[in-house]
């Protein structure tokens, strides 16, 4: 069970032409994880209150009051929650909030390679890096307003796009 | 361009997925425990529990053996990479055999056989790498057949690539995949049929040339063997790259019209990059070494290096001389400094081509590649392998090997030193049970670019009944009388002392002692790069006072040295496009039409980790097709295909894909081969297909030079 995820997100296709191959084929990766929603459905839709919203916006699980019914994992566009087969119960990111509250980044933002990943105050991200979120295969930001800015790849794919698909299906 | 390489300074290297996922094998189940002696056939993985005792007296008896029965030069370690510590891997059994009289040597390796062995024909050196912070000052970078982000070349590389699109630079990735590099790196993706570099850089010399972009002074001040005005005396007849390029000779102008034809890349693209590339300055082509593991590996690696010379690149900084690029100007890191002693056996062969030893050593000349002797006295009559997956997993044609290592005629002992029961271990006639290098101490210098050493302390105790490289072979020693010679009298963690001592005698000369390195608490001690080093900086100041080690002192792209090989078919003395000896241009595409690829997977160092399930969870084993190939066969994501040739046969999932050029599969190589009972290999081993046949210079690897055909598996 992983908490992010990478997906391998495209358009496109090949046509053979004289000798030569052809593509149009657009591809970028998503990393995924939970968005800490500023309007969270998995909060809404929890029938123990199990799910919670925290004074620093952190989206999490009392795991004390969670039965596993699985409500918030149908509702959540990211495939944020997840059933846990050996405890019975829901899991899913919650930003390291041990870190965070020791004013340490979250793991998978010091982990990245590449560094592409950055964590803070959302005010502050957006002041730095603009507003944008809605980038396929997310759903358009209106639905649960997730607190993810998306700084877009030069071949990025409108969400509304229904060429677009996911290339790693198994793997996410 | 000092500000921008402070604003480079990393302040710690950060480990890979599989770095991330070292825990899973560290508490492996599958770790192995107890030494094991082989009670079925070769190869049938029957073993039972033996002491140390046993297991260790036994290897003694047979080095003592094997050594009066044929002499040392039947010893052999193989190569292998699975450890690389100095107390753990295979220099370890280096020096326990140079102290009993040696044992064959090898040259070269799986990685880079003929990108180390072409570059210097054209400069001289292997060292022609800037360091890499220098690559933020490059405005265009070609990563041809390079995928940073999959596979590590030098730990972070990626980042740095990163950084110089940051800086403004144009990435083109010239690759069959779109690989992860492709994605997350360059602005364009250039896919390529698979051998036909040259091809592809012939085109865009012809481009450079007839539209006079190429930097003439440079060429005129720099090389030789450009146009006829340049040969080399005694070869003044010769046909000159210009020649070739043209067709002035053979009639064929390298248009872009004829490279699309070969290298399936449209000849407007050709021309495109060929301009944009020629007029960008400064430029770095980057060759990784994915397209010189082929057929004819070494002309692509020069053609490489010479597009760099036609385009002025070479000794400046963000430009880039190409080949294999040991970086400025020591060669960077060393990987090892464990004294292995000097061999007394001067013999050694090229490392690919191990099992041409076993079967016919005793008639391998300098034909083969043998150097040190004009013969070898003896086939290969005993293995003593550490750390190595690579006789039977990462050698071409795994059907071959197999038969080979089962046939206890040929190779009358084989022991070798193991963390898990590997295919190459089921071989084995003693399998001896290796601690992990959490379990000991260790020290490394990085890989292959970098200021760093890294300290590796004893973290966690052994599982019981595991040794270390180090400690196996010097008990082995202690049973041959050289106990005190092989360990000198230290502990682990006083060769590791020893290690820095050394590391601060040459290259680290500010390295704290262990002790202060312990207190510091930091596992690397690294030297900030201030002022990147540039390669051949002195030449191309001033060629004429620092003349390269060249025959001729300059940039060869005409080389005499290979003029008077005398095989132009084969060994050119200019970069030749040379249609490989499996192509889907020849009869045998008839029954095989796809090109196989086995680039390296995240999920694993070449076939260490494909035993971790977390790794294999995030990069699952699949054979990677391309969507029209899979229509055409009826094949969909998730199907079991069968994919064979005339060498084996592999039954796999497979996943079908945009991202890969039709006409191409791609099994990411490494994974464990895993033969059912009619031997077909039910784990994705790219080898099962691969060739054992070695390339002409440099006598090696061809790994990815393969074509088979793939269909919807029958049984399942």
Known sequence: MLWRRVYEVGSGGWVQKDDAWINDIRTYNMSVACNHCEEPVCVDVCPTKAMTKDKNGIVTIDEKRCIGCKYCEWVCPYGAPQFNESTGLMTKCDFCTDYVSEGKNPSCVDACPMRVLEFGELKEMKKKHGVESEVFPFPKEHYTKPAIIIKKHSKVIEVDDTSASIFNEEEV | MTDQTIQLKIRSLRACIRGRAYLRRQYHPDRLTHPLIRTGKRGEGKFRKATWDEALDKVASEIQRIKEKYGNQAMYVPYGTGGYNQLNGRQTAYRLLNLVGGSLGFYNSYSWAAISKATPYVYGTNITGNQRQDWVNSKYIIMWSWNPSEMRDGTNSEYFIKKAKENGAKIICIDPRMSMSAVSLADEWIPIRPGTDVALMSAMAYVMITENLYDADFVNKYCVGFDSSQMPAGAEDAESYKDYILGVRDGIPKTPEWAQKITAIPKETIIRIAREYATTKPAMLYQGYGMQRRAYGETAVIGGCILQALTGNVGIPGGWAGGIALQADNGGPKWNVFPTGANPVKASIPSFLWSEAVLRGSEMTEEDGVKGVEKLDSNIKMIYAVAS????????????????????????????????????????????????????????????YGEEVILMPKVLDRLPETKSDYEICSEVAERLGVKEEYTEGRTEKEWIEWAIEYYRSTWFPDIPNLK????????????????????????????????????????????????????PEYIPPIPKYIEEWESPFGKEADKFPLQVVGHHYMSRVHSTHD?????NEAFPQRVFINEIDAKQRGIKSGDNVKIYNERGTIIMPCRVTKKILPGVIDIPQGAWWTPDENGIDRRGNVNVLSSEKWTPLAFGNAQHTIMAEVEQAEDE
């Open chain 2, 611 to 615: 035993n971790n399930d977390w790794t």
């Open chain 2, 516 to 567: 202060k390195f312990e207190r510091s608490n930091k596992g690397v001690y690294s030297v900030p790069v201030t002022k990147p080093k540039i390669a051949f900086e002195d030449f191309r100041k001033d060629p004429v006072k620092h003349k390269l080690k060249t025959p001729s002192g300059k940039i060869e792209i005409f080389s005499k040295t290979l003029y008077d090989m005398n095989n």
């Open chain 2, 389 to 448: 997956n690579c006789l039977i997993n990462q050698h071409a044609n795994v059907n071959r090997s197999a038969k080979i290592l089962e046939d206890e005629s040929l190779v009358e002992f084989f022991v070798i030193h193991e963390q898990f029961m590997t295919p190459t271990a089921k071989f084995a006639d003693v399998v001896l049970p290796v601690c992990t290098q959490f379990e000991m101490w260790g020290l490394e210098d990085g890989w292959k």
